[in-house]
């Protein structure tokens, strides 16, 4: 059967010692490391090791130092949460957003990804994430009260909940709700344009500017 | 005609200042220098920045020092071209492995990808590219003197031609045949399998496999 031969699996080559890794211990943690961030699989991380391996003083090291850097620098905005090199972030010290608008966020990548679309021109309150039953996350796992603490400060015309359309996102707004509106404070909720079940934080800039336009009153 | 104005392009939103960067200058050069990596955008090297940045002492800072120790480790192996922390490196120093058969590849990522198909017994020579007359290189830009070196020392009995499939690659065999021939060694070309403009370290291990099974006299 030459035909099918042709197509059959061949045998294994035998090997001294099988699979191994390349480039010794350095390379192998190095290719494990960054296999880990999102969007680089075991491949991928090998070939951007390889590219950062061939010209270690240009590309490596620039980068890591870059990284070293960014953790030493970056902190935590004292007020809403965003990640920035000052406390407060460059958008709470900036005098010229409107101090009376809050968009609340689950988490940075979302305050992020709301300002590349430049569809707010307030102020954010980053969570840090939802409410779960499930995922044992309470009320003090997030930062609820201190944005009810920056609308008892005064100051805040409307809150607008910039959750994922998720059941933990709808538990953490109604939470909220039932919370802010006491207060004599409007509070409104994103519109139509955050698709069931995902995240905004990869969202394209239109569906976020139109998910801000058509938030709805709660 | 409220339908259509529905799904009309809405007027850009006055913003105090439009888009700016995200988290101050040194994430805006970290997310600068991940975007460089193959297989990171700047949408997803701005992910890996938020991850790393969520956790600067467990995610970044390992990273960091996994850079800066390969940067510092790694070398070139002065015998066959490779990278790797030990000069001869792991390959070239194993006994092992069988000393008279010789796969000639453009990079180093050849080498690698055929070493985690484990397919080749043998050893190898990493030339760090092709002749190329449009891209002004020539043999001394090339690794390939070092090769017919290696040869003229004795010990080997098969160099294995495994070039990518394009005009370049094959300027680059045909170099090496005329020289090697003459020499009365073997010589060979990996055979079908790679596909005509592609590149050797991108392949899936069956096809690399029998690529070198497939090898044909010269």
Do not use: F
Not at 7 to 15: D, M, Q, V
Not at 31 to 56: H, N, Q, T, Y
Not at 178 to 188: C, D, M, Q, T
């Amino acid at each position: 059967m030459p035909y099918l031969s042709a197509y059959a699996s061949p045998p294994p080559t035998p090997l001294p010692q099988g699979r191994k890794s390349m480039g010794g211990p350095e390379v192998e943690r190095l290719i494990a490391l960054l296999a880990r961030l999102p969007g680089l699989g075991p491949r991928s991380a090998r070939r951007a090791a390889l590219k950062l391996l061939r010209e270690p003083e240009t590309k490596m090291l620039p980068l890591a130092a870059a990284m070293a850097e960014a953790a030493r620098a970056v902190r935590t905005c004292s007020l809403c949460g965003n990640l920035d090199s000052a406390d407060p972030c460059a958008i709470c010290a900036d005098p010229r957003r409107d101090r009376s608008l809050i968009v609340v966020v689950e988490g940075v990548g979302d305050l992020w990804a709301l300002e590349r679309a430049a569809v707010h021109r307030g102020l954010y309150h980053v969570l840090g994430g939802t409410l779960s039953a499930l995922g044992g996350v309470g009320p003090d796992d997030l930062l609820l009260k201190p944005l009810l603490a920056r609308i008892l400060e005064g100051g805040v015309a409307e809150v607008i909940l910039a959750l994922g359309a998720t059941v933990d996102g709808a538990a953490t707004a109604h939470w909220l709700t039932e919370r802010i509106k006491p207060l004599g404070v409007a509070i409104s909720r994103v519109g139509h344009g955050v698709p069931i079940g995902g995240a905004l934080e990869v969202l394209d800039d239109g569906t976020l500017g139109a998910a801000l336009r058509g938030r709805r009153p709660v």
